[in-house]
T-cell receptor, first 112, second 113 residues
């Protein structure tokens, strides 16, 4: 069974601080997607990483896929209150159906 | 920007009743999915659908569940006899191909009473 463990589960920081969220597994994923979810809404796709070692940047957000494609990280530079939300990682395996395995999420709170 | 749309946004039903949750995936996508999220828990995969048949399903997706693409645009999830534990947010998603970016709808909150 493929599992994704996210850490930390909760993170409360001050505006302007940097933070990193980790997503780890013992399984290899063909790709990994990061989503942001607001309360009562569906996950919104932020980025997909596919290649081992790949780094993608989205403004102040930097996403990295581990060389072995078993882990990923999300780094936010100079966090702002608007970054507050639930961040989810989701891995796609080599299964036929395209199923995504989700981590349990990281609840980020950025205080002004 | 194309998006996945789901209806209704909230459904309340009595235990034992049948419910149908509806989704309109993004038009050029080929893979369709249903996921659910019980309050405070992980998003869980239910089923994937491609070429008018189920590609993969989870243990949760038992005989009480079924999916259908009745026409060229809608994708539905039917729960035949709802149980209290079926209460959750149900998300539809679609992607161009398997293992590519999946886009989610805003969800249907199902409450079974």
């Amino acid at each position: 069974t493929q599992l994704l463990e996210q850490s930390p589960q909760f993170l409360s920081i001050q505006e302007g601080e940097n933070l990193t969220v980790y997503c780890n597994s013992s399984s290899v994923f063909s790709s990994l997607q990061w989503y942001r979810q607001e309360p009562g809404e569906g996950p919104v796709l932020l980025v997909t990483v596919v290649t081992g070692g790949e780094v993608k940047k989205l403004k102040r957000l930097t996403f990295q896929f581990g060389d072995a494609r078993k882990d990923s990280s999300l780094h936010i530079t100079a966090a702002q209150p608007g970054d507050t939300g639930l961040y989810l990682c989701a891995g796609a395996g080599n299964n036929q159906g395209g199923k995504l395995i989700f981590g349990q999420g990281t609840e980020l709170s950025v205080k002004p | 920007e194309p998006e996945v749309t789901q209806t209704p946004s909230h459904q309340v039903t009595q235990m034992g009743q049948e419910v149908i949750l509806r989704c309109v995936p993004i038009s050029n996508h080929l893979y369709f999915y249903w996921y659910r999220q019980i309050l405070g828990q992980k998003v869980e995969f239910l089923v994937s659908f491609y070429n008018n048949e189920i590609s993969e399903k989870s243990e949760i997706f038992d005989d009480q569940f079924s999916v259908e693409r009745p026409d060229g645009s809608n994708f539905t999830l039917k729960i035949r006899s709802t149980k209290l534990e079926d209460s959750a947010m149900y998300f539809c998603a679609s992607s161009t191909y398997r293992n590519t970016e999946a886009f989610f709808g805003q969800g249907t909150r199902l409450t079974v009473v």
